[in-house]
């Protein structure tokens, strides 16, 4: 997150190595991010011609990413799909197609969403069910959540959306993880008055391309679309993200490595406190000695996750070769004053 002094209302972001170096200055280089749900074993980027550096992005490069991403994500041909450089940018975008009427964050959750539609002028709330949206037009759900990885049925959403719909609002639902639990995407039976967000750089470990998408109705995708402009996406992300897309037996093989090493850090955590949830790209543990853990890893070199309002808590990314697996261990292992555990 950045940590210290960060400009968005205090919120705190992962991936910040220059925060991290702040709090730790004396830890060894180079260091072990874990402070995202990014896959750690990136997608394999494909030969790029030079004219996609040189040039402004072409109509028919985006039209190929769209229809990779269409079949990638099981998109209805009656529903529309626009590409943008980052489901945040969305996110930024989202208050502007709802009317008015309170909002209802389903949380703890990514905080830039509550963020947006204060921003936006609307009265947003956080809630612990979507029970508890009451009679909010308009409901945000993250589905996998992020961090405890809290999973929402389809039918649930399909109901929620309905009543968002007969309110004139909206429910929009990140599914920014949900790659590695296709089974629970909303995509496909997309119901009216529903937005959802797809985020590409998570699953293929690309974040620096910035590629993000929302679908949704058309007149709702046209409207986001215009907001965004001409030459949204960059064309090096256009090729990226098409290649990336359409390789359906990468991202098949990618998701079983990466419930494999879920599996492997649980293990690694579980002697330190609880495992309380996350996806196969994170875990989040919960201790009283959050604070203490996460000092020591940060001596050590390694960043992970700790939030401003659960204190308890920590989230682990996943390690991305041997050696960052064992600088891991080494830090669990090692207790507040630096000996090794069992020696």
Known sequence: MAEAGAADQGIWHGGDLAAARALFPEAPEPWVDLSTGINPIPYPLPELPLSLWARLPGAAEEKALLAAARVAYRVPSSAGIVAAPGTQILIGLLPRLAPSGPVAVLGPTYAEHAHAWRKGGFAVREVATLEGAGEAATVIVVNPNNPDGRLLSREALAGQAALCAARGGLLVVD????????????????????????????????????????????????????????????????????????????????????????????????????????????????????????????????????????????RFGLPGDEAQWSRLQAALDTDALGATRGA
Not at 184 to 208: D, E, Q, T, W
């Open 175 to 314: 599914e920014a993880f949900c790659d590695v639990v296709p089974e629970a995407s909303l995509v496909s039976a997309l119901p009216p008055g529903a937005v959802i967000l797809r985020s590409f750089g998570k699953s293929y470990g690309l974040a620096g391309v910035r590629l993000g998408f929302a679908i949704a109705a058309p007149e709702l995708t046209e409207r986001l679309c215009a907001a965004l402009g001409p030459w949204a996406v960059a064309g090096p992300a256009l090729a990226v993200g098409a290649a990336a897309l359409s390789d359906a037996a990468w991202l098949a093989g990618a998701t079983a490595s990466r419930a494999r090493d879920a599996a492997r850090l649980d293990a690694l955590l579980s002697p330190h406190g609880h495992v309380v949830g996350g996806t196969s790209l994170f875990r989040l543990l919960e201790t009283p000695q959050a604070p203490a853990l996460f000092a020591r890893l940060g001596r050590s070199g390694i960043y992970v996750r700790r939030f401003r309002d659960a204190p308890r808590r920590l």
